[in-house]
């Protein structure tokens, strides 16, 4: 959906089109909500902060329901939010420490983690993305490849919590704000592994678009909703053209 920082055309032609029954559910765990909510009015779409649901940002929420000793490594707005939801950030001694994108991640930090979690610290993960696509092609490394240095370190049974995509978190509360059930709503993504398969786990209608994809956001951005290619797993389903909101008419079952 964005590149380099951008929301790309064709995925604003369709949030435009789709706008009043739309949530954003990311794994971006850089931007907080008004950031990503200032890139989408810069295309001319105008969504409520609560239909902008950010992996970085819940995993903040979620760590705020508990008062421990925190370290974040995360981006400055993050760490900004962070402050703002009052979670107790520490450099020395953390009770569990939050692993988001960040791109100041160095040796240095990669050993505070390790000795953090050799004393018993937790680790809360925003999402196990190793790359999202940039500009021009570009390979660009995300939280998952940090977690692979750490357990790299620590082993994998060192990871005690994750947030993001495809755990079901962010999906709930997106379908939330759309005032929806999960099994009434339709998750486009390009990433079979993430969007799909945690859209799947919860009875949702899916559409991968992309390389792996069945179509792509230029096509969706076209076709009547009634047309488009969603797999609804063991249902056949036709999306209720009539209804402000994202739902769907049972109309078979195989």
């Known amino acids: 959906m964005a590149l380099g920082g951008r929301i790309t055309p064709a995925a604003a032609s369709l949030l435009r089109r789709c706008h009043?029954?739309?949530?954003?559910?990311?794994?971006?765990?850089?931007?907080?909500?008004?950031?990503?909510?200032?890139?989408?009015?810069?295309?001319?779409?105008?969504?409520?902060?609560?239909?902008?649901?950010?992996?970085?940002?819940e995993t903040l929420r979620w760590a705020a329901k508990e008062d421990a000793p925190t370290l974040l490594i995360g981006s400055r707005a993050m760490r900004r939010e962070a402050r703002r939801l009052e979670i107790r950030l520490v450099n020395?001694?953390?009770?569990?420490?939050?692993?988001?994108?960040?791109?100041?991640?160095?040796?240095?930090t990669l050993q505070r983690v390790v000795d953090a979690i050799g004393a018993g610290a937790q680790l809360i993960v925003a999402n196990r993305d190793r790359t999202h696509p940039g500009a021009g092609g570009r390979i660009v490394p995300e939280t998952g490849a940090l977690l692979a240095a750490i357990t790299a370190c620590v082993g994998e049974g060192a990871v005690n919590v994750e947030i993001g995509k495809p755990a079901p978190a962010l999906y709930r509360r997106a379908c939330?704000?759309?005032?929806?059930?999960?099994?009434?709503?339709?998750?486009?993504?390009?990433?079979?592994?993430?969007?799909?398969?945690?859209?799947?786990?919860l009875g949702m209608g899916s559409i991968l678009v992309g390389p792996?994809?069945?179509?792509?956001?230029?096509?969706?951005?076209?076709?009547?909703?009634?047309?488009?290619?969603?797999?609804?797993?063991?249902?056949?389903?036709?999306?209720?053209?009539?209804?402000?909101?994202?739902?769907?008419?049972?109309?078979?079952?195989?």
Not at 29 to 54: C, G, S, W
Not at 181 to 195: E, K, S
Not at 212 to 217: D, N, R, V
């Open 20 to 57: 009043s029954f739309s949530a954003i559910v990311s794994n971006n765990t850089t931007h907080d909500r008004e950031a990503f909510a200032a890139m989408l009015r810069r295309v001319q779409v105008d969504l409520p902060l609560d239909r902008i649901v950010l992996a970085g940002v």
């Open 212 to 254: 792996l994809g069945t179509t792509s956001i230029e096509r969706l951005a076209e076709l009547p909703l009634s047309a488009w290619p969603v797999d609804w797993g063991d249902q056949k389903r036709l999306i209720d053209k009539t209804s402000n909101v994202c739902r769907s008419e049972a109309v078979a079952r195989s």
């Open 176 to 201: 939330a704000a759309l005032g929806i059930a999960p099994n009434d709503a339709v998750m486009i993504g390009d990433n079979p592994d993430t969007d799909i398969a945690g859209a799947r786990q």
């Open 92 to 108: 020395q001694r953390p009770a569990r420490v939050l692993l988001l994108r960040d791109t100041g991640f160095s040796y240095a």
